[in-house]
C-alpha cells in the first residue's frame, strides 16, 4: 500500500477523531443551559443537539476553506501531512485535558494554534500566513466581545419587557421557547464547528495532490458531521455542569438570552466564512446575561479562571504541535 495514502488515511482518521472529541466537548455549549433550567432533559437534549449539528455541518463549507487556507498554503508544504498529524495529536491533547477538568476551552483556539506552531516548526516561519492568521484570530477575539454584549443588551431588553410579569408565568414560557434556542445553538454549532476538521481533511488532499482547489467533498462533509454528531451524543457532562451552574444561577429567560445571543454571533461568524469559537460565544454570552441580571450575581472567579484558559490555549497548543511535529521531521 502507498505511503502518501497510509500517512493521509492517518489524518483523515485523527481529523474525525478531533471532530468526535470536539462534538462531546462543546456539546455543553449548545445544552447547558437549557438542562440546568430543566427545559430539556439530558438525554433528550443530547439527542437533539447531535441532530442538528449533524444538518448544521452539512450546511456550509466556507470555513472549512478558511481553515484549510488561511493559515498556510497547503500546496507549498512537501511536509504537509506530518504537520497536520502533529497539530491533530496537540489540538485532541488539550481537548481532553480541559475537558477533563471540566473547563470550557476552545476547541478553535486549540486547532488553529496547534496548526501555526506546527507550520512555524516544521516548515518555517515564511510559510506561516500570518496575515490570514491574525484575521483568524481576530475574529476569534471579536466574537466573545459581541457575545458579551448582545447577551447584556438582550437580558436588558428582555427584563424591561417584563418587568411586571409574575417570575413564574415569564420563566414558564421562556423554559418552552429554550427548546427552540437550544436546537438553534446546535445547528450554528455544527455549521462552524464541524467545518473545521473538513477543512483539515481538505488541506490534507491538497497537500498529497490527490486535489487542487479547497473544496470540500461530499464524503468529507458526511464524514465530518456524523463524527460530531456521534461525539455529541455522549455528551460532555464535566462542561455541561460548569456552564449550566457554576457561572451564575441561570433561569429560563437567562438561557435564552444567552443563547440566542451566540447563536446569532456563530451563524454571523459562518456567514463571512470565519471560525468562531462556541465556547467563548455562549460562555461570553452567559456573562453579559449575568451581568445585565445582577452584576455579582456572576461568579467572577469561575469567569476569570475560564478566560486564563482561553488566553493560554493558542501559545500551549502551538508548543505541544511544534514539540510533536519536531519527531517527524
Known amino acids: 500500500m502507498d505511503t502518501m495514502f497510509i500517512v493521509m488515511l492517518i489524518v483523515i482518521i485523527l481529523a ?13 455549549n449548545a445544552i447547558a443551559t437549557s438542562v440546568s433550567t430543566r427545559a430539556l432533559k439530558p438525554r433528550t437534549a443530547i439527542l437533539m443537539a447531535a441532530v442538528m449539528n449533524f444538518a448544521g455541518a452539512l450546511v456550509f463549507t466556507g470555513v472549512a476553506k478558511t481553515i484549510g487556507g488561511k493559515v498556510a498554503n497547503p500546496a507549498e508544504l512537501s511536509n504537509g501531512l506530518e504537520i497536520l498529524i502533529a497539530t491533530l495529536i496537540a ?3 488539550w481537548n481532553l485535558v480541559t475537558w477533563w477538568f471540566g473547563i470550557p476551552s476552545s476547541s478553535s483556539h486549540a486547532l488553529i494554534g496547534a496548526l501555526a506552531g506546527a507550520v512555524y516548526i516544521g516548515a518555517g516561519h515564511d510559510k506561516v500566513n500570518w496575515s490570514g492568521f491574525s484575521t483568524i ?3 476569534l477575539i471579536l466574537s466573545p466581545l459581541i457575545a458579551f454584549a448582545l447577551g447584556f ?3 436588558t431588553i428582555l427584563k424591561w419587557i417584563f418587568a411586571k410579569r409574575s417570575p413564574h408565568t415569564v420563566n414558564k414560557g421562556f423554559r418552552t421557547m429554550q427548546i427552540v434556542t437550544a436546537a438553534l445553538q446546535s445547528f450554528t454549532h455544527g455549521t462552524n464547528d464541524a467545518q473545521k476538521a473538513m477543512g483539515i481533511i481538505t488541506f490534507a488532499l491538497v497537500t498529497a495532490k490527490y486535489q487542487s ?11 465530518a458531521a456524523t463524527a460530531m454528531a456521534l461525539g455529541t451524543s455522549i455528551g460532555g457532562w464535566k462542561i455541561i455542569k460548569t456552564m449550566g451552574t457554576k ?3 441561570i433561569e429560563p429567560i437567562n438561557g435564552f438570552a444567552a443563547d440566542i445571543s451566540s447563536a446569532t454571533v456563530l ?23 449575568g451581568s445585565a441580571k445582577r452584576f455579582s450575581a456572576v461568579k467572577w472567579s469561575v469567569a476569570g479562571t475560564i478566560v486564563v484558559s482561553w ?12 514539540l510533536i511535529v519536531k519527531l517527524f521531521v
Open 247 to 249: 457561572i451564575f444561577k
Open 137 to 139: 484570530i481576530e475574529g
Open 153 to 155: 443588551v438582550v437580558m
Open 311 to 322: 488566553v493560554i490555549t493558542i501559545p500551549i497548543s502551538a508548543i505541544l504541535a511544534g
Open 16 to 28: 474525525l477523531a478531533f471532530d468526535f472529541i470536539n462534538g462531546f466537548h462543546d456539546t455543553a
Open 213 to 223: 482547489t479547497m473544496d470540500v467533498p461530499l464524503w468529507v462533509k458526511i464524514a
Open 267 to 289: 451563524f454571523g461568524a459562518t456567514w463571512l466564512s470565519l471560525p468562531a469559537s462556541t465556547t467563548h460565544a455562549i460562555t461570553s454570552a452567559i456573562l453579559g446575561v
Open 91 to 93: 489540538a485532541i491533547i
